[in-house]
């Protein structure tokens, strides 16, 4: 660790931090080791792909539809309960998880880690927010975005370990203890967060909202497999557009609303929130496409591929504080912008590639677009949570959250239809292999282009990050005015 991670962490407000940071490497560990260990559990629960895939879309069912209505109750009743109880919760889901006698159990446990996921995504950047100021904050969402690298990283080796030698139960088990202890420092050493007396829970724009969220995420989830114009999908959408307008018109008359709407006349949070969810769109290119192309079309075997692949992670793990010191000292707009631009030439590269090509030139270009993904993650998150006020960082949280889930979503749907569209059109004129060369080519640079849209977006914001607060006529009527957060420990 550097000599400005160990000041960093060394303080009353860095052992808070660091409580936050083991949620989130948590979080990302067990998204690898567990997507590793499906095929294992397919046979060992003597069930299919079909029914194994809902241990995944579970977990993004719970995250994605909760974590806006946990980010309002970290609002109200403050941020550490909230974090405390997501821990509690991811924990209780990883030990039943462990334990689960058939898919049905294990699909539900699932849902309750990614409920947990979402208390702890949707308070963990607001405590970051409430614990440093705008000079300090780049660098601790730097190490933020350390610890879910890190997590990637550990993910394939320790995952690997523990299903080869202890059995696919364990990678539920290791989260027991090291959720226990981080819920312990949860207590001990996070600030309470500000409380706002005298105010109501939104209860229909929740659920309103939630079940919005999950008809989106069933129906882009679906579409690859039952067809865009299928029946299933049509519904999804239309239950998905129904709720949603249903959610933004009891959101416009409820005195106290899960989000307020007055928040996205500010641009840059706006902004932010749709760079976010382009550059997630563009990143499908590497969670989707990449693995088949280094499989595919550079023959490589599943470990040499995770060798190459492996480059992301690694490259942010060392891009991302940098990330963070830029924007404490020049802004949001400059570092992401450029990390944008980054990743956008990468994903170009990545068209270029051929069968002939070396993996080594792919490993680099991947460390390229892992460096870009590092510089744009702070900025842009910090950027986001600090144009929203002490009041409503929660909300802002978990739509950021939101966005970035909805953006992968969508990214690994239309990037996977581009591929196999355009290949299915080569391949009625050309070789095999050239029909897949093409359709890679054509499925990136489309991915590329949504890349540059992001950075344009990114670009547009304002060049330094200040402390905007929302305009007494378009703060919420009971929302009270900003308060000074008064953090554990010292600087």
């Keep these: 660790m550097t000599r400005a991670g160990q000041t960093l962490l060394a303080t009353g407000r860095g052992r808070a931090l660091a409580v936050v940071l083991v949620g989130t490497f948590m979080g990302g560990l067990d998204t690898y080791v567990v997507n590793l260990a499906l095929p294992t559990v397919a046979g060992a629960l003597q069930t299919d792909i079909g029914a194994v895939q809902w241990v995944v879309l579970a977990y993004l069912l719970g995250i994605t539809g909760l974590v806006v209505t946990f980010g309002r109750a970290a609002d109200i009743y403050g941020t550490r309960p909230v974090f405390a109880a997501g821990l509690l919760t991811f924990t209780l889901g990883s030990a039943l998880g462990g334990v689960a006698p058939g898919i049905g159990w294990l699909v539900a446990a699932r849902g309750l880690q990614g409920l947990g996921a ?76 500000q409380r706002q007396k005298g105010q109501s829970f939104d209860l229909p724009g929740a659920a309103t909202l939630t079940v919005g969220l999950v008809a989106v ?91 190459v692949m492996i480059a992301v992670p690694l490259t942010i793990l060392w891009v991302a504080p940098v990330g963070g010191r830029l924007v404490d000292r020049l802004g949001p707009r400059q570092p992401a912008t450029a990390g944008l631009a980054l990743v956008t030439v990468a994903i170009v590269l990545l068209a270029m590639v051929r069968a002939d090509t070396w993996p080594a030139w792919a490993a680099v270009v991947l460390a390229l677009y892992g460096a870009g993904a590092g510089l744009f993650q702070a900025p842009n998150n910090s950027a986001v949570l600090g144009a929203a006020p002490p009041e409503r960082r929660g909300v802002a949280s978990g739509t950021l959250a939101t966005m970035r889930q909805l953006g992968q979503v969508v990214g690994v749907a239309a990037a996977g239809a581009l591929w196999a569209g355009r290949r299915e059109a080569y391949s009625a004129r050309l070789p095999a292999e050239e029909a897949l060369e093409l359709g890679f080519r054509d499925a990136f640079l489309g991915l590329a282009l949504v890349g540059a849209v992001a950075a344009l977006l990114s670009w547009t914001r304002q060049p330094r990050a200040g402390r905007p607060t929302l305009r007494p006529s378009e703060a919420s009527p009971a929302a009270p005015g900003p308060k000074t957060p008064v953090p554990p420990g010292s600087a």
């Excluded at 607001?126 to 993910?155: C, D, K, M, N, Q």
């Excluded at 307020?260 to 706006?270: H, N, S």
């Excluded at 550059?279 to 499989?295: D, G, K, R």
């Design 118 to 193: 979402a208390m702890m995504t949707a308070a963990g950047q607001a405590i970051v927010v409430e614990l440093y100021p705008e000079g300090e904050r780049g660098r601790a969402f730097g190490w933020l975005h350390v610890a879910v690298s890190a997590g990637f990283t550990a993910g394939p080796t320790v995952g690997g370990y523990l299903i080869d030698q202890v059995g696919w139960r364990s990678v539920f088990f290791v989260n027991v203890p090291i959720g226990l202890l981080a819920a312990l420092g949860a207590v001990r050493f996070l600030p309470q967060g």
């Design 217 to 307: 995420l069933l129906g882009l989830s679906r579409a690859p497999k039952v067809g865009w114009g299928s029946a299933e999908f049509l519904v999804a959408l239309l239950v998905a557009g129904v709720l949603l307008g249903s959610f933004v018109v009891i959101e416009r008359r409820a005195a106290q609303p899960i989000v307020d709407l007055a928040l996205f006349r500010r641009w840059p949070f706006t902004a932010g929130l749709l760079a976010a969810c382009l550059t997630f769109v563009a990143m499908a290119s590497n969670m989707f496409l990449v693995p088949f192309l280094l499989q595919q079309l550079l023959a490589l075997p599943a470990t040499q591929a995770g060798l």
